[in-house]
């Protein structure tokens, strides 16, 4: 079946880094872009910014570009998120997300939906 | 960018109908018909009910339903049940490729 399936819970000092990983299996993981989404304890969702596994595109949210990079490997079907210069307030879990496609007349794009999720990572920062 | 407009919280009882709002600007809700809709129940991943403003994914029930007036989006569930009891997001595309989510709304069913 179509799942994403990401890597265990991190723990982290404030300054430090987090690399998220995030396996895709049962479609072409070259056909949807992967969004990264984090929801801090007792808040709502946040989104992050996405990925084209296809051609490597990505675009961030202002608000985390210059700390944060997605990246892809085809050969794995595996989609990451690294998040740099952790904070206190980056504790969350991070979920990474398929965008699901509209397609008519032959050709797909996608829709800015998202229909199939991760379990979720959490990642706390403390010292 | 702020968050989209949502009310924390709405009750109803089993069978009542309720509405969520999602209120926006010109440049997200308002733009284009890209409104998705998410349940999310205490420490699961969310649920994608709604996408393209009014149409429902394979498995998901024709008591949830979406639409959009303006800035405004709504989620429409009808028929309460208990298990519709969560937490529930709007998300807009909000222009430049990027994505906005609502704050949530918290589902009571009494």
């Known amino acids: 079946q179509v799942q994403l399936v990401q890597s265990a819970a991190e723990v982290k000092r404030p300054g430090a880094s987090v690399k998220v990983s995030c396996k895709a299996s049962?479609?072409?993981?070259?056909?949807?872009?992967i969004s990264w989404v984090r929801q801090a304890p007792g808040q709502g969702l946040e989104w992050m910014g996405w990925i084209s596994p296809y051609n490597g595109n990505t675009n961030y949210a202002q608000n985390l570009q210059g700390r944060v990079t997605m990246t892809t490997d085809t050969s794995t079907s595996t989609a990451y998120m690294e998040l740099r210069s952790l904070k206190s307030d980056d504790t969350a879990v991070y979920y990474c997300?398929?965008?699901?496609?509209?397609?008519?007349?032959?050709?797909?794009?996608?829709?800015?939906?998202?229909?199939?999720w991760g379990q979720g990572t959490m990642v706390t920062v403390s010292s | 960018q702020s968050a989209l407009t949502q009310p924390a919280s709405v009750s109803g009882s089993p069978r009542q109908s309720i509405t969520i709002s999602c209120s926006g600007t010109?440049?997200?809700?308002?733009?284009?018909?890209?409104v998705s809709w998410y349940q999310q129940h205490p420490g699961k991943a969310p649920k994608l009910m709604i996408y393209e403003g009014s149409k429902r994914p394979s498995g998901v029930s024709n008591r949830f339903s979406g639409s959009k007036s303006g800035n405004t989006a709504s989620l429409t569930i009808s028929g309460l049940q208990a298990e519709d009891e969560a937490d529930y997001y709007c998300c807009s595309y909000a222009g430049s490729s990027s994505l906005l989510f609502g704050g949530g709304t918290k589902l009571t069913v009494l």
């Open positions: 010109s440049s997200d809700v308002g733009s284009d018909n890209l």
């Open positions: 997300a398929r965008e699901s496609l509209y397609c008519s007349g032959g050709s797909c794009s996608g829709n800015y939906a998202f229909d199939i």
């Open positions: 049962g479609y072409t993981f070259t056909s949807n872009t």
